[in-house]
């Protein structure tokens, strides 16, 4: 079973003081629940037909007030100090920028490399800014006890120092629509001297960590396709797939159709072919159907997923 | 004994439903708030349970993730807004306060009717913006801008009905300050008002209080959603952090609301069952006053991975710490009064006894929570929903079933099978920490809240929590089913059925229209069980 490992630098020091405060928690409870179950059955009214008549003890109250205060505060100061130490990053660290958005993680590297997944060498510290595009978004990497909340009106900063190698879900902790479950990603940890290579590699340069997100794979939930996957990518928010006109045309029987569209003011008539379907998606203000608002969004797609989308669409028939 | 009628019998402004929907008779105001708060609370659970199952078949077998979303926004406005907020004093502080210090009434009787119009024009108005405009929506009961300026479903209406029914809390509350201020019988000072209506007056001073600011936030909400003024949506140079801010500065209060009246209620049941006051009568007191200060200082502590500076993390988890003292005199104080008392087993005493150990379970993650260290990894995910289920149902939703079951006989004059009610006890209590221990579990693993489909690391999990889910609704329908029975057919009570000897208990089950023949005069403290012993 693989909960509570420990990939950071950070998870021991988180866990140390979750340990204490759990063992902590665990004596208290136990003591209250063995104290009230005695007390039930000691003074069970069979045993005990005469209550006595008490109304309190100043000494127990004050003993009672201020060693909870006490353990409280050790709770506290150790909780702080380990956190402090989570939230400083060391100079040295390689600063990546996070961007959030509804619903995906995209990595900027400081010579401007980007990823969808973040790679990092192992033991290396790595800083992270995290910003959103447009709601409030929440980082978290379980594995490295890591949560940063992605806030549009400004960046905020953490860092983490990966202790092992393999692959570590990232997920969305702020419920940000419709897709907030799916908003996931990997941190893959990789020797530096792979990271290296592609870091320093040009366009092509090979991903690192292959053998790892080979097994990593599996665990992402299955992509979603044909009507789900426009849904997810909200187009069905302004367009049916059933013929029924909404705040945009139909998909229905749209391709193949001859359209009427109006581009920068012209109006002309072209057949809708693959071509169109593609441009459409990727820039939509430039050719609109005619009778329709210029309303549609650019929405963040990747490639295989423009291409799901427009196989798709061909089949609605 | 008497020669009033019962309020239940009384016809002089007419009879049947009528009767109802215009009676000022705090005891039938109690009775309309328990009737519509446990329908609500019983959608709201079923709701739960559609939520389980979908965890069970995860993506989408069930609903649309879109719907998802929109169940467990309703949930928890439900929940909240409709059942735990106002749960206690508005059925029991209603019902109770004003014989608990010997007055006829509370001292608005027409306003309190009136916040149960309130309560209800809310409610209504919740449930219409499921149906109306863009649909249910989807936030979460949080409503965090800019998601909640953005998102095209039916927000604004939500939130218009949640701004309603914080009238509902607010007159409540004024309604019984006043009450305890100016109707106590001769005799009853204020140490000498039984302890759920110090509970009750220090819950009243934070629904006066907190309530406007959330008020106030949920206005400017919809303010920003129709006319774009720009104070929470950084694209036009908002600040989201301001909304999390004035929404927590009322609704970590509100917790307190939630927790007050449910601690008064098992400082009530305890010393009748253990037959000797309660222990430490001025420390549970004053820890109700301090948890009501103290807590409202420590709102911020839901927002430690929000990018607040470190000095306003550090403040705000120290604040914490602090405010989890009262509440663990509290538990020390009860569990003394169990000390050489003379202890009859009922089922209220076994309920208020479960309130106390799953209290501490939610009281200690609370704290876990609190240290910094810890809630980097934990905010946010299924251990926080753990814990807050291990408060406000484990504690509130245990001490209003051990409140409904120690003064049913009191408010309806009947007696429901005890042996029933303790065999709904033990799903209930197997089938809780099944499904919520398990949360905290998953939370550890690192399960993020409200997420329709799960990674497959955690699907034997949700698969235990979700069987202990049935056994929760089981325990559930057993003991409404108890007691509904017990409404209808049950065995007529006696006046005083647990030997209390607060003011409740001298008089008739049910009690008549105006309470009392005359108003008793006061000589003693709550739980002054001396002379029995003669």
């Known amino acids: 079973m693989d909960w509570m490992t420990q990939a950071s630098t950070s998870a021991a020091k988180s866990d140390a003081v979750f340990f204490y405060t759990f063992g902590l928690s665990l004596a208290f409870l136990i003591f209250i629940t063995a104290l009230m179950i005695y007390f039930v059955v000691r003074y069970n009214k069979k045993r005990h037909p005469k209550a006595e008549q008490i109304e309190g003890h100043v000494g127990l109250e004050i003993l009672w007030t201020s060693v909870p205060l006490v353990l409280f505060l050790t709770i506290f100061y150790y909780g702080w100090t380990n956190f402090e130490y989570m939230r400083q990053a060391p100079r040295d660290a390689m600063g990546v920028k996070v961007t959030a958005r509804q619903w995906s993680w995209a990595f900027e590297y400081p010579n401007g490399k980007k990823s969808k997944v973040l790679f990092a060498p192992i033991g290396r510290p790595m800083k992270l800014e995290v910003r959103s595009a447009d709601v409030v978004h929440g980082f978290f990497v379980p594995s490295f006890r890591l949560k940063i909340d992605a806030v549009p009106s400004h960046a905020n900063t953490t860092w983490f120092e990966p202790t092992r190698l393999g692959s570590y879900d990232i997920q969305c902790t702020v419920i940000c629509g419709v897709d907030h479950a799916l908003m996931l990603s990997k941190v893959i940890v990789v020797p530096e001297d792979e990271f290296k290579t592609w870091y320093f590699g040009g366009e092509d340069a090979p991903e690192p960590g292959k053998s790892l997100r080979a097994e990593a794979h599996p665990d992402l939930p299955k992509k979603p396709m044909g009507e789900e996957l426009l849904r997810v990518k909200g187009c069905l928010a302004c367009h049916s797939v059933d013929g029924k006109p909404m705040v945009g045309p139909t998909l229905k029987g749209l391709y193949g159709k001859q359209q009427e569209v109006i581009t920068q003011g012209q109006t002309r008539t072209i057949t809708v072919n693959e071509a169109y379907l593609r441009e459409a998606i990727e820039q939509p203000g430039q050719t609109i159907v005619k009778g329709y608002p210029p309303a549609m969004p650019v929405m963040p797609m990747r490639e295989q997923e423009v291409k799901d989308a427009v196989d798709y669409i061909k089949t609605l028939k | ?534």
């Not at chain 2, 609370?366 to 291990?390: C, P, R, S």
């Open chain 2, 1 to 534: 004994m008497t020669t009033q009628p019962s309020y239940l019998d009384y016809t002089g402004n007419g009879t049947g439903l009528k009767a109802w929907l215009t009676s000022t008779d705090h005891k039938r105001v109690g009775l309309l708030y328990l009737y519509s708060m446990i329908s609500f609370f019983l959608v709201a659970v079923g709701i739960g349970v559609v939520m389980r199952l979908v965890q069970l078949y995860p993506f989408q077998h069930l609903v649309k993730a879109q719907t998802y979303n929109a169940l467990f926004t309703l949930h928890g406005v439900i929940m909240i807004f409709l059942f735990v907020v106002p749960g206690l004093p508005a059925i029991f502080g209603n019902f109770f306060l004003p014989i608990l210090i010997g007055a006829k009434d509370v001292a608005f009787p027409r306003l309190n009717l009136a916040s149960w119009y309130f309560f209800m024009a809310g409610a209504i108005l919740a449930i219409l913006s499921l149906f109306t405009g863009g649909g249910a929506p989807d936030t979460g009961w949080t409503f965090y801008a800019p998601f909640s300026l953005k998102t095209g479903t039916n927000i604004s209406l939500a939130v218009f009905g949640a701004f309603v029914l914080g009238f509902s809390s607010m007159l409540t509350g004024i309604n019984f300050i006043v009450t305890i201020h100016r109707l106590r019988a001769p005799g009853m000072t204020f140490f000498r008002m039984p302890l759920m209506a110090w509970a009750l007056y220090s819950t009243s001073w934070i629904q006066l209080l907190a309530t406007p600011i959330l008020a106030i936030t949920l206005v400017l909400v919809i303010l920003e959603r129709f006319f774009g003024i720009g104070i929470f949506d950084p694209a036009k140079g908002g600040d989201p952090l301001l909304y999390q801010h004035l929404f927590w500065i009322y609704s970590h209060p509100a917790v307190y609301i939630m927790i007050l009246p449910g601690m008064g209620a098992i400082s009530e049941i305890l010393p009748t069952f253990c037959k000797r006051p309660i222990f430490g009568y001025k420390a549970i007191a004053f820890s109700s006053m301090s948890i009501a200060g103290v807590g409202s200082l420590v709102w911020a502590h839901h927002m430690f991975t929000s990018g607040m500076s470190e000095f306003a993390n550090m403040v705000f988890s120290l604040l914490t710490m602090i405010v989890a003292v009262p509440s663990a005199i509290k538990v020390f104080n009860w569990v003394s009064t169990l000390y050489k008392g003379s202890i009859d087993f009922q089922p209220p005493l076994l309920f208020a006894l479960t309130f106390i150990f799953l209290f501490c379970i939610g009281g200690l993650t609370g704290v876990m929570q609190g240290a910094l260290a810890i809630n980097v990894h934990i905010h946010d995910t299924y251990f926080i929903v753990g814990h807050f289920h291990y408060v406000m149902f484990g504690g509130t939703g245990f001490a209003l079933f051990a409140a409904l079951l120690y003064w049913f006989p009191k408010m309806f004059g009947k007696m429901y099978s005890k042996r029933a009610i303790y065999a709904s006890w033990l799903p209930l209590f197997v089938g809780f920490n099944m499904l919520y221990f398990g949360m905290l579990i998953l939370g550890m693993m690192g399960m993020p809240r409200r997420y329709y489909v799960h990674l497959p690391q955690f699907h034997w999990m949700h698969v235990f929590a979700t069987v202990g889910s049935w056994l929760l609704v089981l325990g559930l329908l057993m003991y409404f089913g108890t007691l509904l029975y017990a409404i209808f057919r049950g065995k007529k009570a006696d006046a005083n059925p647990w030997g209390g000897v607060s003011l409740e208990w001298t008089i008739p089950s049910p009690p008549p229209l105006e309470n009392f023949e005359t108003i008793p005069t006061i000589t003693t403290g709550p739980y002054h069980f001396a002379e029995e012993e003669k």
